[in-house]
Nanobody
Framework: QLQLVESGGGLVQPGGSLRLSCAASAFTLDYYNIGWFRQAPGKEREGVSCISSSDGRTSYADSVKGRFTISRDNAKNTVYLQMNSLKPEDTAVYYC??????????????????????WGQGTQVTVSS
């Protein structure tokens, strides 16, 4: 069964860093566009970053540009989200998701949630002093 598992969340002070991991089982991540999304209480789930399967191109929400970095380790079948200079407004549950059509159809990853068929259970990130 295809499964995504996030880890690495926690409580961190403003200005601190965390690295989230998204590990896959039963499928190979490098054949999927992978996205990181987040959802804060009372807010819509929003795209944070994604990485394309075809060429490794990355994309970031304006709110995290210059602070977050997405990367992929094919040998470990894992995608990472390095989060630096964290702010209280980054507090949310973070989800990774896999889009199975991106590789086959050759389009660049984006934040359209309906494209992502597989989702992890989420990991809580809390930024607070």
């Amino acid at each position: 069964q295809l499964q995504l598992v996030e880890s690495g969340g926690g409580l961190v002070q403003p200005g601190g860093s965390l690295r989230l991991s998204c590990a896959a089982s039963a499928f190979t991540l490098d054949y999927y566009n992978i996205g990181w999304f987040r959802q804060a209480p009372g807010k819509e789930r929003e795209g944070v970053s994604c990485i394309s399967s075809s060429d490794g191109r990355t994309s970031y929400a304006d709110s995290v540009k210059g602070r977050f970095t997405i990367s992929r380790d094919n040998a470990k079948n894992t995608v990472y989200l390095q989060m630096n200079s964290l702010k209280p407004e980054d507090t949310a549950v973070y989800y990774c998701a896999a889009d199975p059509q991106g590789f086959r159809l050759g389009y660049v990853c984006n934040f359209a949630k309906e494209l992502y068929d597989y989702w992890g259970q989420g990991t809580q990130v809390t930024v607070s002093s």
